[in-house]
Structure formats: C-alpha cells, structure tokens
C-alpha cells in the first residue's frame, strides 16, 4: 500500500537529477530513480532510504524508443502510482551542425524531446484522474535563442518550453500543473558530456547544482509554468525579449565560442 507521495526522477545519477531526488526525499516522498547508471542509482537510494522514504531504481536507457511504455508498464505491474514527474535526463552536444554526428543528435533528440514527451503523456492520464499531479520538465536558458555550434541542443530546450507552456495551459483546473524550470550554466556532468566546459558560457557564473534544483523544486511547489534560476539569467531573459533574433543568435554564438 503506498502511503506517501511518489516522485520519479530521470537522469537521477548525476547533477541535478541526483539534488532533486534529495529534495523529495526530505519532504517525504518516495522516490522512484532513473537513468542507465544503475550503480550509481543503487548508492543513491540506499542514501535516501535512511530518511525513511522508499527509493525505488529502475535503470532504463531513454535514448531507446521503446524505453518510456517499457518504464511504465514496470511500474505499473509494481503497483507504483508516479504523482510527480521530473523529465530532468538530458544531454548536449557542441559541434556545427553539418560536421556533427547524426547518430549522436538524434540520441539527444530523443532523451530531450521524445522520451520526455512520451514520459508525461503516459503518466498525466493517472495524475488527472485523481485530481492531483505535478511535473517538472528541466529546459534551459538555452530556449529563448539559437545556439550557433549547439543548435540542436537550444531547440530541444526550445520545445521544452514550448510544449510544457501548452499543456500546462490545458490542464487548468485539473489539480495538474507543468512547470518549465529553466537553469542556465550549472556545475554538473553537462559540460564534460556536451564538451562545452571550455565555452565562455561555462567559464562565467556558474550555479551550484543544488541552488538551482532547489529554484526548481520552489517553482513546482507554486506551481509556476515557467521558471528561469539566477537574476542575471531572467534580466537576460527579458532583454532577450527586446533585442532583435538575429543579433541574440550572433551573441550567443560568442558565448558558445
Ligand atoms: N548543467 C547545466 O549547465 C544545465 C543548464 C541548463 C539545463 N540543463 C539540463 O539539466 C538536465 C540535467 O542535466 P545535468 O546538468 O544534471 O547533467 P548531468 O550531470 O550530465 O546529468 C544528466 C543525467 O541524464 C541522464 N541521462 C543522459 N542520457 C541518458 C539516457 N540515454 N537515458 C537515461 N538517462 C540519461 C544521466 O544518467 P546516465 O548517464 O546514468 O544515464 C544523468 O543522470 C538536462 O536536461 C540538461 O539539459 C543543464
């Protein structure tokens, strides 16, 4: 019999995937953990379970099609009922488009956008039939412009926006909320993984993981739609909204440099 809350967490072995399933922890809920790194996972919720909350690991590859039904249907046949969704797993990848790896864009097509769509459409049914549910959809900075050098990356996170703007908007008075939760340049594995710790993005300020989760983890709690960390990044943000598309894509190719 459940009896808490339950929390499922992607991308939960590293950076922020790892500082959110923390936060859920202490406010007791359960926790249900996914990524590929099933170790990491596995020392994870041994840490979590001394707070006295289940923590529950499912190691699932979202790069695979196949990989969101085959989650649910796991949790489904374990009889774990997921009130909160955090769509945190994620991945970059620095090249010009032409040069790039198709194979390696794709894949980061499918874990941002694909996996993350298919995740919430199988686990909002639930949430709206008991008139309660939450999901947290992690997007970036990166998508309220072009990012010459990583535009795959920015229009993924483009989408992130876009779509959880959307459905957050449909679910109105569905005891349901979505919120976009926008983080820029952050300490984690992203940078190592994207090859971008060289950039002058990630030479600026950088947030802590934790700082930004917990931003994150605020904005879920309120409720709110959208929500970008740091006050330089919602200045930038709202500059942004001023400054013609074109000169935002020229200065953020220099960023990305
Ligand atoms: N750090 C930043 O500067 C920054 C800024 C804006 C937005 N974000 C976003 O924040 C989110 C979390 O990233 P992070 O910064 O915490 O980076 P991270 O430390 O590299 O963590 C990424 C997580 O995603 C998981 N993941 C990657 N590919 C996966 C796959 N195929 N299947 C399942 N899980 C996969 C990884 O787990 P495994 O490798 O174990 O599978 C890991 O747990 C991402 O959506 C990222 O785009 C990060």
Redesign the pocket.
């Known amino acids: 019999m459940q009896t808490k809350r339950t929390a499922l967490i992607?991308?939960?072995?590293?950076?922020?995937?790892?500082?959110y399933a923390k936060l859920f922890a202490a406010d007791q809920h359960d926790v249900v953990l996914?990524?590929?790194?099933?170790d990491?996972?596995r020392a994870l919720a041994a840490e979590l379970e001394q707070q006295g909350v289940r923590a529950h690991v499912y190691?699932?590859?979202?790069?695979?099609a196949e990989?969101p039904r085959e989650l649910f249907d796991a949790l489904t046949r374990d009889g774990i009922r997921v009130d909160v969704l955090v769509?945190?797993?994620?991945?970059?990848y620095v090249s010009t488009f032409h040069a790039s790896e198709l194979r390696s864009e794709l894949?980061m097509v499918?874990?941002?956008v694909t996996?993350l769509t298919a995740l919430t459409h199988l686990f909002l049914p639930g949430m709206v039939q008991q008139r309660y549910g939450r999901v947290l959809n992690?997007?970036?900075?990166?998508a309220f412009q072009a990012g010459p050098g990583m535009s795959v990356?920015f229009a993924?996170?483009a989408y992130?926006v876009s779509f959880s703007e959307g459905i957050a908007h449909e679910l109105r008075g569905t005891g349901v909320t979505v919120t976009a939760h926008?983080?820029?340049?952050?300490?984690?594995?992203?940078?190592?993984?994207?090859g971008?710790g060289d950039t002058l993005?990630?030479k600026g300020a950088?947030?802590s993981?934790d700082a930004?989760a917990r931003h994150g983890y605020l904005a879920l709690r309120r409720g709110r739609t959208l929500s970008i960390h740091g006050l330089l990044n919602r200045l930038l943000y709202w500059g942004g909204l001023l400054t013609p598309r074109w000169l935002l894509t020229r200065i953020t190719a220099r960023m990305m440099k």
């Open positions: 992607t991308g939960a072995s590293s950076g922020l995937g790892v500082e996914v990524a590929r790194s099933e990491k996972l190691p699932a590859d979202l790069s695979r990989a769509n945190n797993a994620g991945l970059g894949e499918q874990v941002n996996a992690i997007a970036s900075t990166a990356y993924t996170k992130v926008c983080p820029g340049a952050t300490h984690t594995g992203f940078a190592a993984v994207a971008a993005l990630f950088v947030a993981a930004t």
